[in-house]
């Protein structure tokens, strides 16, 4: 789990193991097959350690994607093309996150939604 990804400067994540990999993650230079865990989210104060644990995002092969705020799970799709990263979250379970969980749901929307690049570099993603 040493790689991370940053979308933007605002989402920090950790790398784990494929979904259907029995191993740990191996350094990748694309997002193909790849599940992040996530490990910070920026605020005003920089970034912060997550609220929760459950955090993750998951780029499917097939451009799919699939992820949880650590509150709410959603799914979309993803592209790469042109230099550009698009992440396009779509349907979202509606569960309540009271206080700080909200905060950090509606942080790591914002960041899924401003992310628009990405590099990969000595295993970190950003």
């Known amino acids: 789990m040493g790689r ?8 920090t994540l ?4 494929a979904p259907d ?20 989210v920026a605020g005003d104060a920089g970034v912060s350690p997550a609220v929760d644990d459950s955090g993750s995002l998951t780029f ?17 799709t993803w592209t790469v093309g042109d230099g550009r990263l698009t992440l396009q979250p779509g349907p979202m379970t509606m ?3 009271p206080g700080a969980l909200g905060r950090q749901e509606s942080q790591v929307l914002a960041a899924l ?3 628009d690049a990405y590099t990969v570099s000595d295993g970190v993603l950003t």
């Open 21 to 40: 990999s029995p191993g740990p993650a191996m350094p990748k230079t694309t997002l193909d097959d790849t599940a992040w865990i996530r490990a910070g």
């Open 60 to 76: 499917g092969g097939d451009g799919s994607l699939a992820g949880s705020t650590g509150c709410n799970r959603f799914t979309g």
């Open 95 to 97: 569960r309540a996150c």
């Open 14 to 17: 950790a790398a784990c193991a």
């Open 113 to 115: 939604n401003a992310t």
């Open 4 to 11: 991370l990804l940053t979308a933007l400067g605002l989402l």
